[in-house]
């Protein structure tokens, strides 16, 4: 990184870029630099920054120093000294009768050259202009030709655009403009609609040029065979701008049109089929996204209060068979421990399943027999019967029932066979 300072002569032109030399310039103020013609003054259009070192072309002349009371003098001096000589320069020129046209007068800073700016449609012998205004300023006499582009940065005015001249204010250099800009922005191509009033084609024609390229990517051209939903036909007109296409379809009158967004439009390649045959199917059209509806919110609405809702219990670990609801587990300790002595995971299992666990509706160790005969059994002696535990009801389905085996005893397929015995006789011993 370099830095640097920009600054431009006369306000108009391009910008140049300085050494610094250890001071610090604000932008807009003036400067006195070093150039190839001496000691020029110029505005600062930019104070010191930093640029790449691809930008900078060594080496740097130096900024000599800001620019004092008696250099702003001297500058006005010099301009005054200007308008001078282009009067008496205009004089000397229809003295002389040449085909020229005067167009600004530069005075060096150091004033030991005038420069004059003419234009002109051929060469122009002026050998005799420089002597004559040599002897009337007594110094340095350099007369150069521009162009009409350079006529109009110098002499400044007004577009058909109301601004000023782009070239006079902001732009540094010309770049080239061809007509082809025009025609691919589909503008008329009448002279006196697209060129300033340099005589040239506008300047302003480079500016969207680049999204012209970007945006006639996608759209066919006049004339070109393209497949629509409703057939085939050819493109009449192009939108560029707003990516749409007038097309005339086949079978249809001559004066019937049709209009359609580029992602309804395709080109066939190689244009319509000379031998008449079925054109090939290239269009691919795009579900188009219907944007959800937006609700605006009533200012004069109360907000509703946000409830959250209650956390959902985690899944049991074990996957769950479809159709088959999960049985609660349960220890043995909790099943064994009757109610009456301090049960109390008989109590929690019976407020988990929501049911009695018995089908009498009572809990475990109640006497379910009639109050006669329980009072009967206590006079006796004989304890209090109590019913058989049951499971509680669930939706499991009924087991299947199993297979009946061979009755050859409880362990006849479990027991133990000799391999490698030898069978017997029927007397008992080993055959030979």
Not at 53 to 63: E, F, I, M, N, Y
Not at 168 to 192: C, H, R, W, Y
Not at 292 to 319: C, K, N
Not at 345 to 353: E, F, L, P, T, V
Request: with cysteine.
């Amino acid at each position: 990184m370099t830095e640097v300072v920009s600054i431009k002569f006369r306000g108009r032109g391009k910008t140049y870029y300085f050494d610094p030399a250890g001071l610090t310039l604000a932008t807009g103020g003036k400067a006195v630099v070093e150039t190839s013609k001496g000691l020029e003054i110029g505005t600062v259009i930019q104070g010191n920054h930093t640029v790449d070192d691809g930008q900078v072309v060594q080496p740097l002349r130096p900024v000599a120093r800001a620019a004092t009371e008696d250099d702003l003098r001297i500058e006005q001096l010099c301009r005054q000294r200007e308008r001078e000589a282009y009067t008496i320069g205009r004089q000397k020129i229809e003295a002389h009768g040449l085909d020229m046209k005067l167009v600004d007068v530069e005075c060096s800073f150091e004033g030991t050259k005038i420069i004059f700016f003419f234009s002109s449609e051929g060469r122009v012998d002026f050998r005799e202009l420089v002597k004559d205004l040599a002897g009337v300023f007594r110094t340095r006499i350099e007369l150069r030709q521009i162009g009409v582009r350079d006529e109009a940065r110098m002499l400044g005015g007004l577009g058909i655009c109301g601004r000023p001249f782009c070239c006079g204010t902001f732009m540094d250099e010309f770049k080239p403009v061809s007509t082809k800009m025009a025609k691919i922005q589909n503008l008329s191509l009448n002279p006196t609609k697209i060129s300033g009033c340099c005589g040239r084609l506008m300047c302003c024609l480079r500016y969207e040029q680049p999204a012209y390229e970007e945006l006639v990517k996608n759209v066919p051209k006049n004339g070109a065979f393209v497949e629509t939903p409703d057939g085939y036909g050819n493109v009449n007109q192009v939108n560029i701008l707003r990516q749409t296409v007038r097309v005339k379809l086949d079978g249809e009158g001559d004066d019937v049109f049709r209009q359609y967004d580029m992602d309804e439009v395709a080109a066939i390649p190689g244009g319509r089929p000379r031998d008449g045959s079925q054109p090939p199917h290239v269009l691919v059209l795009k579900p188009k996204e219907t944007p959800e509806p937006e609700i605006e919110a009533d200012p004069w609405q109360m907000p509703e209060m946000i409830v959250s809702a209650p956390a959902e219990e985690p899944a049991p670990e074990r996957a769950r068979s479809a159709g088959r609801r999960e049985r609660p587990r349960r220890s043995r300790r909790e099943d064994a421990q009757p109610a009456g002595e301090g049960g109390e995971g008989a109590k929690s299992r019976q407020a988990r399943s929501g049911r009695p666990r018995h089908r009498s509706g009572q809990n475990k160790g109640a006497d379910n027999r009639p109050a006669g005969q329980a009072a009967a059994a206590a006079e006796k002696g004989h304890p209090a019967k109590k019913n058989k535990p049951q499971r509680p009801k669930t939706d499991m389905p009924a087991p299947q029932e199993q297979p009946q085996k061979a009755a050859h005893g409880k362990n006849y397929y479990n027991r133990r066979r000799p391999h490698n015995r030898r069978p017997k006789s029927e007397g008992g011993q080993n055959r030979e």
